[in-house]
T-cell receptor, first 111, second 115 residues
C-alpha cells in the first residue's frame, strides 16, 4: 500500500508570493491533517479535513487555508508569504481519526 | 490547554545499551492517547508506540516500551538494545479522546547512538 505522498518535496518562494502544497493520503483514508514544523515553534497543528469538510483548525492566520477533494487528496495554500512561513509542512492521513500516518513533508523556504 | 514537555533536548546512548526518553503532559481530560514518534533525517514521522489512557498495561513494541504513569502524567519511552538506526528525533505527542482532536507535540529529543 502506498504511503502518504506529499508534493513537491522542496519549494523556494519569495516574500509576498503564494504557494500550494499537495497531499495524497493512503488509499481508504478519509482524514487528512496538516502540521507545520519549525525549529523555534516545533510541530504545530494547522487543520484537519474529513470527507471534504474542515473539522478542526489550529491557531494560524487566515493566510493559511486548505481544502480536501472528493478523492480525499488535500491541498494547503499559503498566501502573501512571510519569512516566518519557512518550515517543513507535514501531512498525515488517518483511517480512524486517531492514528496518523505521515508523509515525508514539503520543505518550504521563503526568501 | 493541554501541553507536552520533553525535558531532554539531546540524549546519547551506546549501541546495544538501553536509554529512556522522558515526557510529561498536562491535561484535564480522562480519555486521551499518547504517542511516541520517530523522525529520522528523511523527515517522515514514524509512529513508534501508542498508549490509550484507559489501559493500565504499558504498551510494548519489540525493543520499545513505555512507562505510563497516569497519576503523575508521565509517559517515558525505553529503547532496549539500541541500534544505529534508532538515531533520530523522538517526539512525544498527546491527543484527546473522541472523534475531534489534533496531536499536540513536545519539542523533541535528539537521540544519538554511538557505535
Amino acid at each position: 500500500k502506498a504511503g502518504v505522498t506529499q508534493t513537491p518535496r522542496y519549494l523556494i518562494k519569495t516574500r509576498g508570493q503564494q504557494v500550494t502544497l499537495s497531499c495524497s493520503p493512503i488509499s481508504g483514508h478519509r482524514s487528512v491533517s496538516w502540521y507545520q514544523q519549525t525549529p523555534g515553534q516545533g510541530l504545530q497543528f494547522l487543520f484537519e479535513y474529513f470527507s471534504e469538510t474542515q473539522r478542526n483548525k489550529g491557531n494560524f492566520p487566515g493566510r493559511f487555508s486548505g481544502r480536501q477533494f472528493s478523492n480525499s487528496r488535500s491541498e494547503m495554500n499559503v498566501s502573501t508569504l512571510e519569512l516566518g512561513d519557512s518550515a517543513l509542512y507535514l501531512c498525515a492521513s488517518s483511517l480512524d481519526l486517531i492514528h496518523l500516518q505521515f508523509g515525508n513533508g514539503t520543505r518550504l523556504t521563503v526568501t | 490547554a493541554q501541553t507536552v514537555t520533553q525535558s531532554q533536548p539531546e540524549m546519547s546512548v551506546q549501541e546495544a545499551e538501553t536509554v529512556t526518553l522522558s515526557c510529561t503532559y498536562d491535561t484535564s481530560e480522562s480519555d486521551y492517547y499518547l504517542f511516541w514518534y520517530k523522525q529520522p533525517p528523511s523527515r517522515q514521522m514514524i509512529l513508534v508506540i501508542r498508549q490509550e489512557a484507559y489501559k493500565q498495561q504499558n504498551a510494548t513494541e519489540n525493543r520499545f516500551s513505555v512507562n505510563f504513569q497516569k497519576a503523575a502524567k508521565s509517559f517515558s519511552l525505553k529503547i532496549s538494545d539500541s541500534q544505529l538506526g534508532d538515531a533520530a528525533m523522538y517526539f512525544c505527542a498527546y491527543r484527546r479522546g473522541g472523534s475531534q482532536g489534533n496531536l499536540i507535540f513536545g519539542k523533541g529529543t535528539k537521540l544519538s547512538v554511538k557505535p
